[in-house]
């Protein structure tokens, strides 16, 4: 693997975010949207996102292959100290580290800027399916987090029911 620069997102990369994040939409319920977002739509998440919290992306060799951006976990004010993360991995490019790098890069960010929750929203069933495996859940282990709630047959894509797990880091001293 060549090495990986970790950059802040621009506007202009949001064709790369959606090329990545189309076969997701597509043929996953790793997501729960059904329609690809339009280049304009990505372009336009980029630039709200980055107005409070970091969206970062991943390039190897002039390529992007991988972002991770942060969101606010809810709007009321009382919340602003925890996020919700989203790391996707262009999936020719699984296994390499691309998401371990992304998710090191966004949690230092986030502690910069005094946030002490990084909060996971995951899709999940049992047994695995053609359409979602536990790959997130166990990155997510790995990279130190906890389950925190489980929500029962939430979500449903391709014709069936997944449910949904929260998991969550603490990031910070809760002072």
């Known amino acids: ?3 990986i620069n970790i950059r802040p997102a621009v506007a202009a990369d949001a064709e790369a975010v959606q090329r990545i994040y189309a076969p997701y939409v597509e043929e996953t319920a790793i997501t729960f949207e059904y329609d690809v977002p339009s280049i304009q739509e990505m372009a336009r998440r980029i630039i709200e996102v980055e107005q409070k919290y970091p969206w970062l992306v991943a390039e190897e060799d002039g390529r992007i292959v991988g972002y991770a ?3 606010p976990f809810k709007q009321r004010a009382a919340y602003q100290w925890a996020v919700e993360t989203s790391i996707y991995i262009d999936r020719t490019e699984h296994r390499k580290g691309i998401g371990h790098l992304l998710h090191d890069a966004l949690e230092a960010q986030l502690k910069a800027q005094g946030i002490l929750n990084m909060n996971a929203c995951i899709s999940y069933i049992e047994p695995e399916d053609e ?37 969550e880091k603490l990031i910070g001293e809760h002072l």
């Open 1 to 3: 693997m060549n090495k």
């Open 69 to 71: 951006y942060a969101s």
């Open 131 to 167: 359409y979602l495996s536990l790959s997130s859940v166990h990155f997510h282990q790995r990279m130190g987090y906890t389950q925190v709630a489980h929500f029962h047959q939430c979500g449903r894509k391709f014709g069936r029911w997944y449910d949904m797990i929260w998991m």
